[in-house]
């Protein structure tokens, strides 16, 4: 029998149709994401930890800041062309295999409707941790994860993909200079900030920071279809039985 959705001690994860492309724009934001949005989360956390490592050491992210503020020749001086050779088939590759996988789980999705029998089991206790799958608010979850990435996920009971997105978060906010940048802005001291931030790391910050709020929004979206699915199909089946 196809499962739905599985609860386990470190995640909730389930299959739900998914238009392939939205993995895809993930995966074009950073490489990881699309796996990450669809439950791949080791996978998904391989793909964003080999994103960081070889942009970082490619100096890609300081290569497009430059070309961007019109610094063509100290991009192409900063590039390091032996890592920067490797990125474009990873960084395809993530595209390909997102949506590849995407419409994977659709087919299996489609199966698992068509079950006459499926599973609904909305509980899971250990001695570590107690996850239920309960409708909880989308807002919530959004506005938690403006606070900080990984929060969102974390309120989701997704405790996996809570941990990179907060992990690599703190590294790219300290890295990149941004917390203390933050810091001396609500200070008023803003001749300070430019010197501190490191655009290699920066330019990491917007990807990470809006996937947490998007992603966060659309599973408990998707997490209280499923509880209103298993409150419609076992009212059906009530009622079929109540007929007999």
Not at 47 to 56: A, F, G, K, T
Request: aromatic letters at 16%; a positive charge.
């Amino acid at each position: 029998m196809i499962q739905r959705f599985r609860i386990q001690p470190s995640s909730v994860n389930y299959i739900a149709r998914r238009s392939p492309w939205i993995p895809v724009w993930w995966s074009v934001a950073l490489p990881g994401f699309g796996h990450m949005y669809m439950g791949e989360h080791l996978k998904g956390l391989i793909l964003m930890s080999w994103e960081i490592l070889v942009n970082h050491q490619a100096h890609l992210n300081e290569g497009i800041y430059y070309t961007l503020v019109g610094q063509a020749d100290v991009a192409k001086s900063v590039l390091n062309y032996d890592w920067l050779l490797i990125y474009p088939v990873f960084y395809v590759f993530s595209m390909f295999d997102s949506y590849r996988k995407c419409v994977e789980l659709n087919g299996v999705a489609s199966l698992e409707r068509l079950q006459p029998r499926r599973s609904f089991e909305r509980f899971s206790m250990t001695s570590m941790t107690v996850i239920t799958l309960a409708r909880r608010s989308p807002t919530m979850a959004a506005l938690w994860s403006v606070l900080m990435p990984g929060f969102g996920q974390l309120y989701n009971d997704r405790a996996l993909q809570a941990l990179a997105l907060m992990g690599w978060y703190l590294a790219v906010a300290f890295k990149s200079g941004l917390a203390l940048g933050a810091y001396h802005t609500l200070r008023g001291e803003f001749h300070l900030v430019l010197p501190l931030l490191n655009y290699q790391w920066l330019l990491f910050w917007p990807s990470i920071y809006i996937f947490g709020i998007a992603d966060a929004y659309a599973d408990t979206v998707e997490q209280n279809t499923i509880v209103d699915d298993a409150f419609r199909w076992r009212m059906r089946k009530y009622l079929r039985n109540g007929r007999k």
